[in-house]
């Protein structure tokens, strides 16, 4: 999967079989086709950075899910930071940056009613992916709409140093909320409580997380925002208080499972615990929940970035070519900050 | 366990110790006191109507709950409707009805602020214990409140034919939904259906329970009154709509565990449904949370009772010698309708 970028083809990245388990090189297949031409009401895309997230893993099997699958030798999905080449519609000039769902190609026709039109004083487009985009929304409004915040709750944030965890933290703390994040290497953790400002970091791969997660949490944990699941969780379950928020937002820990755990069945102890406790555990989607409140978003996380009170991290991974072995890499922790490919330049000038 | 009023002593059934999985006589004890002494700003109550419910069961066990246990040799806790037979508080007069956490007793003292007063008007005081009482601010608030009801959706209930799944039905087909309740005998199921108006009901113990309630949810299932547990959620997991709602006040089918069943382990199973389908299931202790909300609740359950819109039925056993069968009973579903045990005359004449 070498290919290099000629610009006289459109590459594109298909799902070339459903993984079983973690996905593998063979799950992937680079081709080359002709660049497609807009018709009326159209406008041609190029690709410039593509947002890799772990809820693709989930549009790669064909389970039932809130979702369609991406069907066999279909081009991957993916939400896209792109310029307008060619330009069949009144609303979009050449050179207009958007967003769109593009996915894994350099290339793409769009509809005019497909594509959101990046604002001119975004200084740093591919943060439509990120802190302004998807991932921000989803910490927004899981911590604060689902969590409901109040300052000096013990807030608990897995995936602490990636897109969605090191901003549900960060909005945590502008909420006056005691942070304890949780990571999956020291170097992580350390730019999580250092740079991010979190009271508190721990390495999941540590041997006694639990232990150490009942310390850092002496007055228990009132908001869990989870986005991984498993051994975290168990951690996690023995500290939470009664009437604990769980926005619900991701399992990465679970995508690559091909059967579930062995037993004994916890089911129950789950639900009983839901009871006894008075807690709410909240899965979401976040554009199908929350996409009519986007502006709000925007505002609210555009004013803290000005004011420098979010710090927000980028991995950028060059070229589309390398865009499956990051997606693999996504799902163990091996990005450190939100992963994003860049696939073409920025800037017009070849 | 015998021993006849004679109302010179005061009969109280103990716990006599803790049971492992479903009680037995030999937790319960009954026992003969002094008729106790009121002091200055107290009241001595005499028991009338004793409600029996699920909840005692977690207060007979020393797991960490919401709530302390009753500790060994003491007098069983329970809400219960009792007269005003002497009083020390000048808001308080004798033959005044009260509503007071007074427990498994003939007799009990209490402080004039751990009383309700029951309005004149009420005809039938057991109801304050019932359909006027806490089970029906569980079934308002939780299927209100926490549900969310909209015309046209399926609302699934389970026990119910009892206290609290009578009235959460009632209420959902009151604001316009397709309601399919879910109780343990052909008997129960008539009922449901023929005189609370339910639109299916469906038996638990029959052994295709998951294809019945496929069959009478084509639309799915967009509220779960989760009061159960065990193999009526089972069956219920697969149906459940994107963006249901599970509100969570009991797990019957769990109380008398001792131990989790055997694997798989399904709680990420369970976490992954509420994740890819966006629903919230939320557990609630009706006083701690809605106790706020009791006036509200009761001037609409009221008004619907007097406009004959809601059907109530009580299972009353007579004498407090019979609680412990009673109660033992209520946990395999041996009652039908709202548990009350009578321990005194309601009127004063002897």
Known sequence: MTLKQNWQQNRQIT?????????????????????????????LL?????????????????????AEPVAINEVMIGGAVCRVEQSHHENFQVGDLVVAYTGWQDYAIANADELLKLPEQLTTPSYALGVLGMPGLTAYMGLLDIGQPKAGETVVVAAASGAVGSLVGQIAKLHGC?????????EKCHYVTDSLGFDACLNHRDSNLAEQLAQQCPNGIDIYFENVGGAVFDAVMPLLNASARVPLCG???????????????????????????????????????????????????????AEGKITYREDMVQGLEHAANAFMGLLTGENFGKLVVQVGPLTLAK
């Open 46 to 66: 190029r690709t410039i950075y593509l947002s890799l997230d772990p809820y693709m893993r989930g549009r790669m099997s064909d389970a039932k899910s809130y």
């Open 251 to 305: 399992l990465i820990s679970q995508y690559n499972a091909t059967e579930l755990p062995s037993g004994p069945d916890r089911l129950s102890q789950l639900m009983g615990l839901l009871l006894v406790k008075r807690i709410k555990m909240q899965g979401f989607i976040v554009f199908d929940d929350y996409g009519h409140r986007y502006n709000e978003f925007s505002q609210a996380m555009s004013k803290w970035l």
């Open 15 to 43: 799902l070339a079989s459903r993984p079983v388990g973690a996905p593998t090189p063979d799950n992937f297949k680079l081709r080359e086709t002709a660049i497609p031409k807009p018709a009326q009401g159209q406008v």
């Open 178 to 186: 005691h942070v304890v994040g949780i990571a999956g290497s020291a």
